[in-house]
């Protein structure tokens, strides 16, 4: 059993922070769980776990610093959803600069898989500056690059086709998609963050499995006992709503991740890796009430 260490975690009343805070107080680490909402229900969820839970905007750099002050770790991971990329970029970079202020020994960044490839996508290209920022720094770090989030598939993109039986992607019906289930992202970081030697300056590209739309629509099937059919939406459509993400997922269907899911799971069997099958009997779909909702007609 690994010695218990201080582990800083941004974003911790989110999904990625969340599940990575858990995992780790469950492991017997003591955890700082940083969160501008501390009085919300996820922050008490947090503290009852056993963790303490600080009020930090990760765009101030100075309370970053005071609460990452003997800190063993920082798992830090940033969003573009809330204030946008140019905030993004100043949270990752006044939060890595923070770190390595107060002597943390090892910063752990969530990026996107993907990033090399220049996009000109704004909620993208932040994520790289910052994994350049880190990489400038000189502090040791470990970058975590974690591909399509398998939660993703219940979000607001798709949520609404789903009620209706329709799984609406755009991308052609062979075009494979890597995934990953944010509990395997929150597995392997806790590795990192065990066994910070083996990991210190690499960038890690991490999905646990790869399946084309029609094949998503199988498994969600099974998994809410209901059908579910693939159609293929238009890039016009998602443009209509957010260039960014039709820029997204032009590059999915043209390029497309390319990890090396077998290494990754024979290499890291101790994460307990998801398909998207296990991962969707693990859901609960009440919310989602595929069956009692009207079907699509011809």
Not at 77 to 88: I, L, M, Y
Not at 105 to 125: C, E, F, M, N, Q
Request: charged letters at 20%.
């Amino acid at each position: 059993m690994p010695k218990p260490i201080t582990v800083l975690v941004a974003g911790a009343t989110g999904q990625q922070g969340g599940a990575v805070t858990r995992l780790l107080l469950e492991k017997g680490h003591r955890v700082r769980a940083l969160t501008r909402k501390p009085q919300s229900i996820a922050a008490e969820d947090l503290r009852v776990l056993g963790a303490e839970v600080l009020a930090v905007d990760l765009e101030d750099g100075i309370s970053v610093e005071r609460a990452a002050q003997g800190a063993d770790a920082f798992f830090l991971v940033t969003t573009p959803f809330e204030k946008g990329p140019e905030a993004e970029l100043r949270a990752g970079r006044w939060s890595a600069w923070a770190a390595k202020e107060a002597g943390v020994k090892h910063l752990v960044y969530s990026s996107i898989a993907g990033i090399d490839w220049v996009t000109g996508v704004p909620i993208v290209d932040c994520k790289r500056q910052v994994e350049l920022y880190i990489q400038e720094l000189g502090i040791p770090y470990t970058i975590l690059a974690p591909a399509f989030f398998m939660e993703n598939l219940l979000g607001p993109m798709f949520l609404q086709g789903l009620r209706r039986g329709t799984l609406s992607m755009p991308t052609s019906q062979t075009r494979g998609l890597q995934m990953i289930a944010v509990s395997d992202i929150a597995g392997f970081a806790r590795t990192v963050i065990e066994r910070p030697s083996e990991f210190e300056g690499r960038r890690v590209e991490l999905a646990s499995d790869e399946l084309s739309g029609p094949q998503i629509a199988s498994v969600l099937s099974h998994a809410t006992r209901s059908p579910i059919a693939f159609t293929r939406d238009s890039i016009a459509n998602v443009r209509a709503q957010s260039e960014d993400h039709a820029r997204l997922w032009e590059w999915l269907e043209r390029v497309g991740f390319e990890i090396d899911i077998e290494s990754l799971q024979r290499e890291h069997t101790e994460v307990g890796w998801h398909t998207l099958g296990t991962w969707a009997l693990e859901q609960n779909f009440s919310g989602l009430d595929v069956a009692a909702a009207e079907q699509p007609t011809a």
